[in-house]
Structure formats: structure tokens, C-alpha cells
């Protein structure tokens, strides 16, 4: 395999899409559902392709919509089927990636609005040579730690504590050998760079951005449909 030519950078980019969505109510895949009338998907992709260290795209689909997800996003795309989990469907689209490509992000297509600029942002800090990299956001409300009762046992200090978002980049050796290592267990890990953390690399930090919020309940759909018009405007 080799990278479309329309594409231009060093980085290739894996969108998760596989997830079912049932916080958003019953309907189709979290993914396909649409946000001003056009799918998640589908401005996500449009974000990742407007970077321009992007490369290379492959998505990680609902095993039962592939053929409608690569009409949805076109040939310069690589869809795949995704797997039961968030793990698998990285591990699935990570195997998809054409050699020559040693900058991986995987993103969600859940972060339909994520500006390519933060995809940038990420894609250069692990260009510069960190091995895992996360963009973050400060946490705003006061955290309390409570017990299985419901009582409060503590206050968490919230300036040591970040709220991450997507893509987390990686050099691509880092990413293979974290999925790896994390096959050999039986829980299923939601967060790449947590994976790169069991491995022993040190995961560095750049600035996310509010509009990357992750859309998950109506609520956030909502708000994804105030920022879209925002940015329309």
C-alpha cells in the first residue's frame, strides 16, 4: 500500500468510528450520526485532511456499515472493519498503515470538530521526538473524591490534573509495541497513551482546544451544533 497522492505529510492519522453510540439514543452508529446534517465521520475527516502533515487516513468502521463508510468518506480514505473494542479497532486500522509512515495519531471520530491546528500541534511535538503526546485541557471544576457510599473523602487538587483529548500521537514503534504488550492482558484499554505509559514511555503534553470536545450524549450534540454554527458565522 502507498499513500494517496492528494495527501501530503509524514503522519498517518487512525479514526476511530466503530463505537455503537448508545448514549445518544437509539439510531445508527455514533459515527454516521449527523451533526448540521452531515455525519460525525465525515467532519472529522474533513479536519484531518485540512492538516498538513497528514499523509495517510485510515478508518476503523462499524463492521456492519464499511461499504457505506468508504462511500461516505471517498477513495482517499482506507476503511477497515473495526473490532469489538476501542483497542481492537486501533490495533485494526494500525495494521492498515503503509510503511514509510513513523508518526501515527489515532483520533476520535467522536471529536468531529477537532481543529487541524491541534492535529498539528500533536504531529509536531512528536516529530520533535517525543514518543507519546497528548493534547489537554486544565480540569475547571473542583474534584471530590468519594467513597462506594457516596461520602466524601477527599479533595483532588485540580491544577496537577488535565483533561485529555484527541489524536494522541506516537512514533509508530511505540504504538505497535504498546498494542502488543496489551493483548497479552484481558482489559480492554481506552487510552492509547495510557498503553505507552505501561511500556515505560514518558507521554508529553500540548494544548488542546474546546472545540475537540467528544461527542457522546445529546447534550454534547447540542453544543457541537452552537460551535459548528459559531464557527460558520
Not at 454516521?32 to 474533513?46: F, M, Q, Y
Not at 492535529?119 to 468519594?146: M, N, S, Y
Not at 511500556?199 to 460551535?227: H, Q
Request: proline share 7%; glycine share 10%.
Amino acid at each position: 500500500m502507498t499513500a494517496h497522492p492528494s495527501l501530503r505529510g509524514d503522519v498517518a492519522v487512525l479514526v476511530v468510528a466503530a463505537g455503537s453510540g448508545v448514549r445518544l439514543g437509539p439510531g445508527v452508529p455514533k459515527a454516521l450520526r449527523t451533526l448540521a446534517g452531515v455525519p460525525l465521520l465525515v467532519h472529522a475527516i474533513r479536519r484531518v485532511n485540512a492538516a498538513p502533515s497528514v499523509g495517510c487516513v485510515v478508518v476503523a468502521a462499524p463492521p456492519s456499515a464499511v461499504e457505506e463508510v468508504r462511500e461516505l468518506v471517498g477513495r482517499v480514505v482506507t476503511v477497515v472493519p473495526g473490532g469489538p473494542s476501542r483497542q481492537a479497532s486501533v490495533a485494526a486500522a494500525l495494521a492498515h498503515v503503509p510503511d514509510g509512515y513513523d508518526i501515527v495519531l489515532v483520533h476520535d471520530a467522536a471529536r468531529a470538530l477537532t481543529p487541524s491546528g491541534q492535529i498539528e500541534r500533536v504531529a509536531a511535538a512528536v516529530r520533535e521526538g517525543h514518543g507519546a503526546v497528548i493534547p489537554v485541557l486544565p480540569v475547571v471544576d473542583t474534584i471530590k473524591q468519594v467513597d462506594s457510599a457516596g461520602e466524601v473523602i477527599g479533595t483532588v487538587d485540580r491544577t496537577v490534573l488535565r483533561a485529555v483529548q484527541t489524536p494522541q500521537g506516537f512514533r509508530r514503534a511505540v504504538l505497535v509495541e504498546a498494542h502488543t504488550g496489551a493483548m497479552d492482558g484481558h482489559i480492554d484499554h481506552t487510552d492509547d497513551a495510557g498503553l505507552a505509559e505501561k511500556i515505560g514511555v514518558p507521554v508529553w503534553t500540548v494544548p488542546g482546544d474546546e472545540a475537540a470536545l467528544k461527542i457522546t450524549r445529546p447534550f454534547d450534540l447540542a453544543v457541537a451544533e452552537l460551535l459548528l454554527a459559531r464557527d460558520q458565522a
